[in-house]
């Protein structure tokens, strides 16, 4: 099982737990688990209604790709420890993350 933590707009958090090898993105996931995210584009990197914030583990999640980088310039509250959940795909690099969601609400 992978295991990492969410931060809700108001600030709760709540562990997930996801199967190995599930094939899913974080999106898909947050989507999956009832967490009120837009994700307008369905998980091409266009939206960012899936931003969220890093708050821990950024150093084991691979690098963002440059669809991902684009957007995230257009983001003014995107920070170095931004990303799209959408880009990130639920394996073991997420391991003992901390995930603050900060997109838009559905």
């Known amino acids: 099982m992978i295991n990492f933590v969410v931060e809700d707009r108001d600030g709760t958090r709540q562990p997930v737990e996801v199967p190995e090898g599930i094939g899913l993105n974080l999106m898909e996931v947050l989507k999956a688990s009832e967490y009120n995210i837009q994700a307008t584009c369905g998980g091409m990197a266009l939206c960012a209604t899936c931003h969220v914030q890093v708050l821990e583990g950024l150093d084991s999640l691979p690098p963002t790709n440059d669809a991902e980088l684009d957007i995230l310039d257009t983001l003014p509250s995107a920070g170095f420890d931004s990303r ?17 969601i900060r997109g838009e609400a559905g």
């Open 84 to 100: 799209l959940a959408c880009q990130l795909r639920v394996d073991e690099t997420l391991e003992g993350a901390l995930f603050c």
